[in-house]
């Protein structure tokens, strides 16, 4: 009974899985649906059917409702598809696509990935290929095929450095704003040149996984100026440039940084934590796990400066202290923590009541394998945050009974929240 342009603009609002089960409920609006490209124009088929049961006739059949209007092709961990789904969107062909993620497929080679890049990469914005066969061949391909490219998703892929290595020829996606390269092993830190030779405008960086990382990689990281987001792992080796004064560079070059990690550097130091919190005032997500030489000290830079924190990870410093969280909460870094690790550090039942005390919306806790921790402490922080907290974890805490475990199960339970509590004893 609605006009036409409105049941259009009801069912477009519709996700794919909804939109399947609308087309089955009468003739008339299968009629109606099945006939309207514009309402397939987004494959999504996360939100449509287990992964499973996804295969190449099914895609077809999705495309082939779309064709030219489509926009979106979104469909991870489905090893049953084959080239011929991508056969399929080049068949249409689907110049307008915009969004593809095909991530963990290794169904699919990279000969047939080339090809699908080459026919139909011109508007393509977003790629996603975690975890396929992707190799330095097809990454070439998107770099010189791909001019609107703004997202591209490489991680967990088998590539080597030499896919970014264009040589003397065009790199036409100077659009990228964001790579992931996390978990690409066979990655080292020269990596680094060559992003920003292609990317001078990248905002987020994953390179978390890549072999190598330097001092010197630190510093060549400061020619990214535009940078928000950066994410690496691993010992940072001293090529003849202490880490502290590699931090102070970087860290006056990339003002715009919202989240830092670097995890697994034991050769982090308190004055690394200071001249990046002093320089990135911006700062909303800091991880630093694995960074054993951090002390209280470090704690205080980040209560002065860090006062958008809303992400922390300081796991694995046995040199932070009850004094340490104490401060930082009362230098106000506190009022807008959501989320924060202390797993393996000296901290007692007092870090948990002030964090209790000073932090409103805090969702996430991990506190794995402190020792000094009790069931007290847990009890008084789920009575007072558990409405609001999404997760507890706090695995071989030896002095948390069952009891506690059993307490917050019930407190966190109520409202959809989660506690992970295993205790091993020692034998």
């Known amino acids: 009974m609605f006009p036409t342009e409105l049941a259009h603009g009801i069912f477009e609002s519709l996700p794919l899985a909804s939109l399947c089960k609308a087309s089955i409920v009468s003739k008339r609006w299968r009629h109606f649906i099945i006939n309207s490209q514009s309402l397939w124009k987004n494959l999504d088929f996360t939100l449509n059917r287990p992964s499973g049961t996804i295969t190449d006739q099914v895609v077809s059949t999705y495309v082939n409702r779309g064709k030219l209007r489509i926009q979106t092709f979104i469909c991870r961990n489905a090893e049953r598809l084959s080239e011929r789904t991508l056969k399929a969107l080049r068949a249409v062909p689907c110049h307008n696509l915009k969004t593809f993620e095909l991530a963990s497929n290794s169904s699919i080679n990279e000969t047939a990935i080339v090809i699908f890049i080459r026919t139909i990469g011109s508007q393509l914005k977003t790629i996603n290929l975690s975890n396929t066969q992707t190799s330095d061949r097809a990454v070439k391909t998107m770099l010189m095929h791909c001019p609107q490219l703004e997202t591209l998703n490489l991680s967990l892929c088998k590539i080597t450095t030499q896919a970014f290595d264009l040589g003397d020829k065009q790199c ?139 992400i922390l990870r300081i796991g694995k410093s046995p040199g932070i202290t009850d004094s340490g969280i104490s401060l930082m909460l009362d230098l106000g870094c506190g009022s807008l923590l959501e989320i924060i690790e202390l797993k393996q550090n000296n901290i007692t039942d007092n870090s948990l009541r002030k964090l209790a005390d000073c932090c409103d919306k805090l969702k996430m ?63």
């Open 172 to 310: 036409e996606a100077l659009k990228v704003r964001e790579l992931d390269l996390n978990g690409c092993r066979s990655i080292d830190k020269a990596v680094v040149s060559f992003i920003i030779i292609l990317f001078p405008n990248i905002t987020h960086l994953n390179i978390h996984g890549i072999s190598g990382i330097t001092t010197h990689t630190l510093v060549n990281l400061a020619h990214l100026p535009n940078l928000e987001c950066i994410s690496m792992f691993g010992n940072m080796y001293e090529d003849g440039l202490v880490i502290e004064d590699a931090f102070l560079t970087f860290a006056k070059s990339c003002p715009l940084l919202r989240q830092f990690a670097l995890e697994e550097c034991p050769d982090l130091t308190d004055n690394c934590v200071r001249h990046l919190v002093v320089s990135c005032v911006n700062l909303e997500e800091l991880t630093l796990n694995g960074s054993y030489n951090l002390t209280d000290e470090a704690t205080q830079y980040i209560g002065n400066y860090c006062n958008r924190l809303k």
């Open 365 to 427: 806790i991990n506190v794995n394998f402190c020792p000094n921790i009790t069931g007290s402490g847990v009890a008084y922080l789920v009575k007072k945050c558990g409405k609001l907290m999404q997760h507890l974890s706090m695995v071989d805490c030896p002095n948390v009974a069952l009891d506690a475990a059993d307490l917050a199960r019930r407190v966190l339970g109520q409202h959809g929240g989660t506690v992970n509590y295993l205790f091993r004893a020692l034998r």
